[in-house]
């Protein structure tokens, strides 16, 4: 049995047979583990995409593929990615002045059901939206009215 990290989403894989089976995917984003970019002789310098001089070129590097020097990396992971991520996410934000919507726009369940009694015992046509929740043509037409001061 081996771990390792999912290199797509930085999961922390554990109980992984080895040799690892083509069909194994990651359990929380299901992309493929017998990859290029899953493996130890993996490398982005190279112009192959691989250091084992032996193993067949592999054109797509995130899919499963048949190599037979296919060895599980532990560090297939780049957080740099997701830290790159998380910072556009951020600017976006503030260039809306969405600071108070988180980036992920966590559904907070008890509000929608304070929404939803607020909205029954009102017997208001529109719902009550906060601007996390709202969609992007919702937002677009709110700010909109409050440009033309409607």
């Not at 600071?99 to 059901?113: A, G, P, T, V």
Request: hydrophobic residues 30%; glycine residues 2%.
């Amino acid at each position: 049995m081996a771990t390792a990290t999912c290199w797509q989403c930085g999961a922390h894989l554990s109980n992984i047979i080895t040799p690892v089976s083509r069909r194994e995917e990651c359990s929380q984003c299901h992309s493929d583990i017998h990859a290029c970019k899953m493996c130890q002789h993996y490398d982005t310098h190279n112009r192959t995409g691989c250091n084992e001089e032996r193993a067949e070129f592999i054109v797509d590097k995130e899919r499963a593929n048949f190599c037979e020097y296919y060895a599980l990396s532990s560090r297939a992971f780049d957080d740099t990615k997701l830290i790159k991520q998380r910072q556009a996410k951020a600017q976006l934000a503030a260039l809306f002045d969405d600071e108070e919507c988180d980036s992920e726009r966590h559904d907070n369940h008890e509000q929608k059901l304070d929404d939803a009694i607020n909205i029954s015992q009102n017997h208001t046509q529109e719902p009550l939206q906060s601007p996390c929740n709202e969609t992007p043509a919702q937002a677009a037409e709110r700010k909109l009215r409050e440009l033309l001061n409607q």
